[in-house]
T-cell receptor
Framework: DTAVSQTPKYLVTQMGNDKSIKCEQN?????MYWYKQDSKKFLKIMFS???????INETVPNRFSPKSPDKAHLNLHINSLELGDSAVYFC?????????????FGSGTQLSVL | TQLLEQSPQFLSIQEGENLTVYCNSS?????LQWYRQEPGEGPVLLVT?????EVKKLKRLTFQFGDARKDSSLHITAAQPGDTGLYLC?????????FGAGTTVTVRA
């Protein structure tokens, strides 16, 4: 079983559309994250949830809205997609929020906005 | 955001050669992690270093944390094609991980 799974793997869409990416972890972890990796491979944190509560919210356009229905799931909804949103989005989880925690990443969702 | 710079950006070597990649910052980190990412996959944690001056070994990989906890290096001995990948360092501060842009390592058979 995949520890952190996200769907879809690829997402191609037009500018202005709204799309969602889903993430689930079966590790029993308390904390989940969304990261964005740009074309230069720079990986930047967007959001973090601990037990369904938002604990990290970096400077991200409010077109991006995370939702955590339970601690095993963290979904990302994006409104009014723009060309600059094209990137690979990674979901990750850790046992808890804190220092020296090991992050387990999903295999990414490659979003292409045309 | 605490910035980490990794160098070199790209590294291509022959199987059996040694290589070193560097991770530098002007910020002090409470810990530093190294990840390896393969194409189409997410990063996978290799090691966490915590103490200034700490050295950790993972088979042919040697990781060092700088004395001032601002920099780190990864040394691979006798590289193999299976070591090919994107190596990312990530520094921890304020309960957040800040990633460098990575070093893409290609080991040719």
């Amino acid at each position: 079983d995949t520890a952190v799974s996200q769907t879809p793997k690829y997402l191609v869409t037009q500018m202005g559309n709204d799309k969602s990416i889903k993430c689930e972890q079966n590790l029993g972890h308390d904390t989940m994250y969304w990261y964005k990796q740009d074309s230069k491979k720079f990986l930047k944190i967007m959001f973090s949830y601990n037990n369904k509560e938002l604990i990290i919210n970096e400077t991200v356009p409010n077109r991006f809205s995370p939702k955590s229905p339970d601690k095993a799931h963290l979904n990302l909804h994006i409104n009014s997609l723009e060309l600059g949103d094209s990137a690979v989005y990674f979901c990750a989880s850790s046992a808890r929020a804190g220092i020296q925690e090991k992050l387990f990443f999903g295999s990414g969702t490659q979003l292409s906005v045309l | 955001t605490q910035l980490l710079e990794q160098s070199p950006q790209f590294l291509s070597i022959q199987e059996g050669e040694n290589l070193t990649v560097y991770c530098n910052s002007s910020s002090v980190f409470s810990s530093l992690q190294w990840y390896r990412q393969e194409p189409g996959e997410g990063p996978v944690l290799l090691v966490t270093v915590v103490t200034g001056g700490e050295v950790k070994k993972l088979k042919r990989l040697t990781f060092q944390f700088g004395d001032a906890r601002k920099d780190s290096s990864l040394h691979i001995t006798a590289a193999q094609p299976g070591d090919t990948g994107l190596y990312l360092c990530a520094g921890e501060g304020d309960y957040k991980l800040s990633f460098g842009a990575g070093t893409t390592v290609t080991v040719r058979a």
